[in-house]
């Protein structure tokens, strides 16, 4: 089954850190960029940053407000794409989503369920 | 960045009428990297259009969009109760960020 499960999430004391994961199966992990994207309950889609694929360097992106705290990294011989996240506030809870970009358009073709990160005392 | 506008914020319309879901962009989006993901409650987003007019895999042709440069629209025919559930448009491609837009709510009466 083609599919991508995210793991990892859970409860954060503020200025804490997590390392969320994303396991891939059923495609060819190696040959996509991969990206992640959150939820804050109730709120819309943000957008968090990408990894390309090992033609294109392995290069990342990462939305300008999170930039210095996040890292995306990824590692084909596992098939699994990794966030790390520092210093985590409040405003980081949410539902962290891995996408898989489409090789050929580009859009968000493929999406896990998702996993909480709940940033609280 | 490109801003994305979604209107209306929220839509209630009858199982078989049609809806129409607006998206406008601050900036003219470059290739028609402009796409719609389909969210119902408890799940992940689902990917239904992509390069403004293409119906991704699965997806059944009550499902259309079109649009380009700055204007984009999402039409939904002969409404199902299981179309409830809130929309995004979203630009994307190759130059980040790839922003959403805010999002519909599309109810069925």
């Known amino acids: 089954e083609v599919q991508v499960v995210e793991s990892g999430g859970g409860l954060v004391q503020p200025g804490g850190s997590l390392r969320l994961s994303c396991a891939a199966s059923?495609?060819?992990?190696?040959?996509?960029?991969m990206d992640w994207v959150r939820q804050a309950p109730g709120k819309g889609l943000e957008w968090i940053g990408r990894?390309?694929?090992?033609?294109?360097?392995?290069?990342?992106e990462t939305a300008a407000s999170l930039r210095g705290r996040f890292t995306l990294s990824r590692d084909d011989s596992e098939n699994s794409l990794h966030l790390q996240m520092n210093s985590l506030t409040s405003e980081d809870t949410a539902v962290y989503y891995c996408?898989?970009?489409?090789?050929?358009?580009?859009?968000?073709?493929?999406w896990g369920q998702g996993t909480m990160v709940t940033v609280s005392s | 960045e490109i801003v994305l506008t979604q209107s209306p914020g929220t839509l209630s319309l009858s199982p078989g009428e049609r809806a129409t879901l607006s998206c406008g962009a601050s900036?003219?989006?470059?290739?028609?990297?402009l796409a719609w993901y389909q969210q119902k409650p408890g799940q992940a987003p689902r990917l239904l259009i992509y390069?403004?007019?293409s119906r991704a895999t699965g997806i059944p042709d009550r499902f259309s969009g079109s649009g380009s440069g700055t204007d984009f629209t999402l039409t939904i025919s002969r409404l199902e109760p299981e179309d409830s559930a809130v929309y995004y448009c979203q630009r994307y491609g190759y130059s980040p960020p790839f922003t959403f837009g805010q999002g519909t709510k599309l109810e069925i009466k």
């Open positions: 390069g403004a007019s």
């Open positions: 900036q003219s989006v470059s290739s028609s990297y």
């Open positions: 990894i390309r694929n090992k033609a294109n360097r392995y290069g990342t």
């Open positions: 059923g495609f060819t992990f190696s040959d996509h960029y």
């Open positions: 996408a898989r970009v489409g090789r050929w358009d580009g859009a968000f073709d493929l």
